[in-house]
């Protein structure tokens, strides 16, 4: 099966500071990926989906602002959560969209907290 | 909006058979169904697409009724490895997105 990966696996940070999350896909391109958060016990929200060349689609309530989501190449996605509070540690898990099938590969997850 | 899943968790004994509903307000276009473990990220179990498609791998399989925007998932002889949270994924509209259902937690034991 394809495989995505993200970068980092976890990561503990400051309040007020940012924080990068990548998404590659290894073994397809992906012209679409997608971005969600999971808070403990809760089900994956989406945040944005990641169109390659053009802006992001955020959904209703995230701040486009303050989560930046660039996908600058087929194969790479990333999300920079800016100046990060406490209330956004989260779990944040990317997809990638095969074209092929229509199919969407997750990675593994980033858990961000945020002290 | 949401799907809506149900239960909301169940507790079977290994052996035991398990069904998950998944419900749209939403026309569809196709229903993804995956399986999270604790920690990890989800892991894709089959999708189907529109007019009435079943399908199913191994002792698990899953149905989709477009009319009734509904889609339910079968789990037979239940596995301890079936352990997990089930959500349902569903696709429509222009972009084609994945909105995931509110999720079932499912839990076999010996």
């Known amino acids: 099966g394809a495989v995505v990966s993200q970068h980092p696996s976890w990561v503990i940070c400051k309040s007020g500071t940012s924080v990068k999350i990548e998404c590659r896909s290894l073994d397809f391109q992906a012209t679409t990926m997608f971005w969600y958060r999971q808070f403990p016990k809760q089900s994956l929200m989406l945040m944005a989906t990641?169109?390659?060349?053009?802006?992001?689609?955020?959904e209703q309530g995230v701040e486009k602002d303050k989560f930046l989501i660039n996908h600058a190449s087929l194969t790479l996605s990333t999300l920079t959560v800016t100046s990060a509070h406490p209330e956004d540690s989260s779990f944040y898990i990317c997809s990638a969209r095969r074209e092929a099938d229509n199919e969407q590969f997750f990675g593994p997850g980033t858990r961000l907290t945020v002290l | 909006q949401q799907p809506v899943q149900s239960p909301q968790a169940v507790i079977l004994r290994e052996g035991e058979d398990a069904v998950i509903n998944c419900s749209s307000s939403?026309?569809?276009?196709?229903v993804h169904w995956y399986r999270q473990k604790h920690g990890e990220a989800p892991v894709f179990l089959m999708i189907?697409?529109?007019?009435?498609e079943q399908k199913g791998h191994d002792k698990i399989s899953a149905s989709f009724n477009e009319k009734k925007q509904q889609s339910s998932l079968y789990l037979t002889a239940s596995q301890l490895s079936y352990s997990g949270t089930y959500f349902c994924?569903?696709?429509?509209?222009?972009?084609?997105?994945?909105?995931f259902g509110t999720g079932t937690l499912l839990a076999v034991q010996p």
């Open positions: 990641s169109n390659e060349g053009s802006k992001a689609t955020y």
């Open positions: 189907l697409l529109k007019g009435g």
């Open positions: 939403k026309a569809l276009y196709s």
């Open positions: 994924g569903t696709a429509g509209g222009a972009t084609n997105k994945l909105i």
